[in-house]
């Protein structure tokens, strides 16, 4: 089975910063997109930020300039800096993949990791 991982979550102030990492592990032939959703107790899970395999990005409209992501395709490895974090960013925050399991497979199925707190507070 394929498994995703985050760390680097943490209690920070408003202004600070934090570097999130999600490592893909498993068995499978290749990534394909992956991505960053964030979610508050009361609330659905909210999209932030996203990359392709070639390395073109995307990000929501509440974390464009702060927030930068990035990935490590050797390592399998997706990062989310996050900058300039305000409390309302606090938040579980969730990295995805779209994983191929097999060189086979015609479609890619989406994983999702358990998740890394990043509480903003002074």
């Known amino acids: 089975q394929v498994q995703l991982v985050e760390s680097g979550g943490g209690l920070v102030q408003p202004g600070g910063s934090l570097r999130l990492s999600c490592t893909v592990s498993?068995?499978?032939?290749?990534?394909?997109?992956m991505g960053w959703y964030r979610q508050t107790i009361g609330k659905e899970r909210e999209w932030a930020a996203s990359?392709?395999?070639?390395?073109?990005?995307n990000y929501a409209d509440s974390v464009k300039g702060r927030f930068t992501i990035s990935r490590d395709n050797a390592k399998n490895t997706v990062y989310l800096q996050v900058n300039s974090l305000k409390p309302e960013d606090t938040a579980v925050y969730y990295c995805?993949?779209?994983?191929?399991?097999?060189?086979?497979?015609?479609?890619?199925?989406?994983?999702w990791g358990q998740g890394t707190q990043v509480t903003v507070s002074s």
């Open positions: 498993g068995t499978f032939a290749s990534i394909a997109d």
């Open positions: 995805t993949a779209n994983v191929k399991r097999y060189r086979s497979t015609i479609f890619a199925d989406r994983y």
């Open positions: 990359i392709t395999s070639g390395g073109s990005t």
